[in-house]
């Protein structure tokens, strides 16, 4: 299958559109496409180092229509001047026919600036509900008209987050057209695909791992050693954190830092000053972050970060022999919770649930996620060890997961990669969402807080899925390819500045996320037969 004669839209966002800038000018050769860019921060400002490689670089494409989320975005500045809710019959209709995956209120979560009282990036506005509505119904309006103009046969997501990426999901589904996204089934590199934006395992995966997990083994004797060597290795970490902060386990030098607060000055003067972007900042503190804040925040987080990355009062050491259950904390606001799991984002009250639902003599270890340091206040850390079987664990105790998971009872995670890692272990774990490796035997979902004491139980019984793993990873391989993202993100950016061909490495990977594009096209044709 080819992409001949279509017509594309793709929903892009900042860096995680750049491999999707060569794709563009690829498949313009053979189709008609169009790129929508729903972030008003991006698409507003003049052209400044943030948005040069990714919003005006697509412009610049010869006969590219680029959509942008403009015209709303001015719309709901005016708005901030009273609190009324701009059109309630629209929204009324928006609730009864746009909510097959997620309720509205939902569906707000998924925009990070509309949630401040989510997480802890004080640099967007708190907002209120009114203006929430606002933005959301103004984006279901815009992504209307987009589809309603450009009438796509299929739309592909750079990503998943953004109130407008949830809207055109909606919107795609009530007129059976493929809405795409990238998947992370968490092995190795390999990435897969979505048409829910990850919030549904898609039906041909499920039934391709069932058949695989109750077949013969003769299918899937190569991913069965791959198991085997994983169970062996004394380092288990993803090659897809490599260089990553997720891999960082001892704190900056002081060059470094120093560095790092130089190069933001100077990114923060070319934005608002060079680029005379600062009066639209001023204009919606909602839709655009303050400087100052930005400033007074990250600062704060430098010093925090490096002084929770040495020994400190907050984070303990795990004692030999206790028995615990491991959870490691997300990244938020992120896709893996705003998106995935909507309804455990307070990760606080997720730690209480657990605290009362182990069994008596079990302790909770939480160990902060290294992109997390200096970000959370303080206070958080001190809620969580009052708790008097939890514990904040030191994060750099050890340099790799594989120890805090062989050594506790079981893993607790919102949807993160330690359950996948657990359950290669032979540990039990449990998610929250409806995550790809959630098929595997041992990795329980969670549906609600009652649940918890049930799936504990059975944290004592014996695992054996050696095959239910090595059935998920052929299938993973069937649905997917291996795709570098992070490489793409860090390499792309000089050639499209160039406007050079990319070399044979960025183009294999952009070539897979095509061939990753073209599955799921073909997938959803026979599903859809």
Known sequence: MNLIGKKILIVCREVDSLPYYFLAKRWMKNNTVAAYFIKASETKFH???????????????????????????????????????????????????????????????????????YHFRYFWKLCTYTQQLNWLLLSYKDAMFVMDEFQPDVVINTDSDEIGRCALREICYKRAIPNITIEFPRYEMYKTFTYSLGSQIEENFRHYYINLSKGSIEHIKEELEYVDDFKRKSNIMSTMYKNDITSQYKPDSFLKVVCFIIRFIILMFKQDVCAGNWTIKRSNPVLYPSTSGYFKYFTHCIYLKQMLMRKNRFFKKPIEGEKYVYMPLHLIPESTTSILSPFYINELSVIEAVSKSIPAGWF???????????????????????????????????????????????????????????????????????????????????TSFEKLPEIFAKFSEPLQNEQSCAAYIRTVKEFGEEIDLKFLIRNCPQYIKEHSEPNEEVLSNICNIEKVILKALSNFNKFNS
């Open 47 to 117: 052209k400044n180092i943030s948005n040069d490689i990714s919003y005006f670089a697509f412009k610049d494409i010869e006969n590219l229509k680029v959509y942008d989320v403009n015209q709303i975005a001015d719309t709901f500045t005016a708005s901030l001047k009273e609190d009324k809710i701009l059109d309630p019959d629209f929204l009324e209709m928006l609730e009864r026919e746009y909510t097959h995956f997620h309720n509205l209120n939902t569906q707000i979560i998924s925009s990070q600036s509309l949630i401040r009282h």
């Open 364 to 446: 909770l270890y939480v160990k902060e996620h290294q992109a997390m340091l200096g970000e959370r206040s303080l206070s958080f850390y001190k809620a969580i060890n009052k708790l008097p079987n939890v514990k904040m664990v030191q994060l750099n105790y050890y340099n790799d997961p594989k120890p805090w998971i062989t050594k506790s009872q079981g893993v607790v995670t919102i949807s993160g990669t330690s359950a996948y890692e657990a359950a290669l272990l032979g540990k039990h774990s449990i998610v929250f969402s409806e995550v790809p490796f959630g098929l595997i035997d041992g990795v329980h979902r969670a």
